[in-house]
Nanobody
Framework: QVQLVESGGGLVQAGRSLRLSCTTSKRTYTTSAMSWFRQAPGKEREFVAGINWNGFTSYADSAKGRFTISNDNAKSTVYLQVSSLEPEDTAVYYC?????????????????WGQGTQVTVSS
């Protein structure tokens, strides 16, 4: 079955940068899209950023400016670069993949999910 594996989370100080990685076993570049979601304690899961395999990216309004999504198709990997981390960024970050070229912001549109990686930002 399809597996998505996230890495790069951990405990970091506010103001620093971090890069999350997600590698998928499913390589259907022309018909798949990848996105990052996050879920903070006591809150609903929210869309952060998405990328089509043609390179088109999209971001939640709150993520614009500090978040950058990118991919490496040769490695079947998607990245999320975050700068100027804030305590409010503390959450479990999930990557997701769908069998579509469009990176939807709707979680229910996705077919596969990773286990998530914890990001904790201290002040």
């Amino acid at each position: 079955q399809v597996q998505l594996v996230e890495s790069g989370g951990g405990l970091v100080q506010a103001g620093r940068s971090l890069r999350l990685s997600c590698t998928t076993s499913k390589r259907t570049y022309t018909t798949s899209a990848m996105s990052w979601f996050r879920q903070a304690p006591g809150k609903e899961r929210e869309f952060v950023a998405g990328i089509n395999w043609n390179g088109f990216t999209s971001y939640a309004d709150s993520a614009k400016g500090r978040f950058t999504i990118s991919n490496d198709n040769a490695k079947s990997t998607v990245y999320l670069q975050v700068s100027s981390l804030e305590p409010e960024d503390t959450a479990v970050y999930y990557c997701a993949q769908r069998a579509s070229s469009f990176a939807s912001s709707r979680g229910s549109d996705y077919d596969y999910w990773g286990q998530g990686t914890q990001v904790t930002v201290s002040s």
